[in-house]
């Protein structure tokens, strides 16, 4: 697959123009800015397949930037690239609402892989619009979730998080399942990063509502339930 058009924000330009080299060795083309002020102007400007990012920008905070593209919008799956590649590095990354993490040194092969993945990934859940189950609905080109038509605010992991429970409404889903799919780690980092985030998706769900709508299993899992 080629002719993706990715956003790259990065303020290394030596590095930035390996990566646009890679990138379009590739076949796929890259805009790229070295601020996050750009970076956001560009994005409002025209619509990319991928955004891939720098955590340390001269401007913002990779990670705050991340929540202004979610805020403005932007919809597309995110590449952070960081040298912060700790696990607690990659979970913030994940959190604060990027697709995929990577430290730095990276192998070429890799991100070119992760880019096409990420857009694989996209595409294929582009069909559903709408999923629907009871009274809860998720608007997934809007990265919006409703209750009996009230709309439920959501932080972007809260909404993927909601999203992969809507994917498998009525199914126990563990958290192994959550790990890989949600926060994109092959591995347990060891933290309650799962918990705390069930915990506070179950709150804004319930709060003024009548029933619960989700379930912990202990032992397994959680699982979402008709109201």
């Not at 705390?196 to 959680?222: M, N, Q």
Request: glycine residues 8%; charged residues 25%.
């Amino acid at each position: 697959m080629g002719g993706l058009q990715i956003l790259y924000v990065e303020d290394d330009a030596r590095l930035a123009q390996q990566v646009c080299a890679l990138i379009a060795g590739a076949g796929d083309s890259v805009t790229w800015c070295p601020t996050a002020t750009e970076g956001i102007a560009k994005a409002r400007e025209s619509r990319f397949d991928v955004v891939i990012l720098d955590r340390m920008l001269p401007d913002s905070n990779g990670l705050d930037l991340v929540r202004r593209l979610r805020a403005a919008g932007v919809d597309a799956p995110m590449l952070m690239l960081s040298a912060l590649g700790r696990a607690e590095n990659r979970v913030d990354g994940l959190e604060a609402g990027v697709d995929d993490y990577m430290g730095k040194p990276f192998e070429p092969g890799e991100l070119v892989a992760r880019v096409r993945a990420l857009h694989r990934r996209a595409a294929g859940q582009a069909h559903s619009a709408v999923i629907l189950f009871g009274d809860l609905e998720c608007h997934v080109k809007a990265r919006t979730a409703h209750r009996r038509g009230r709309h439920i605010p959501l932080s972007p992991k809260e909404f993927t998080l909601f999203a992969f429970l809507m994917e498998h409404a009525g199914e126990v889903v563990t958290r192994e399942m959550l790990l890989r799919h949600v926060w994109n780690l092959n591995f347990d980092p060891q933290t309650n990063v799962i918990d705390v985030s069930v915990s506070r998706l179950r709150r804004k769900l319930e709060e003024g509502f009548d029933g619960p709508v989700l379930e912990t299993i202990w032992g397994a899992g959680y699982r979402l339930v008709a109201a």
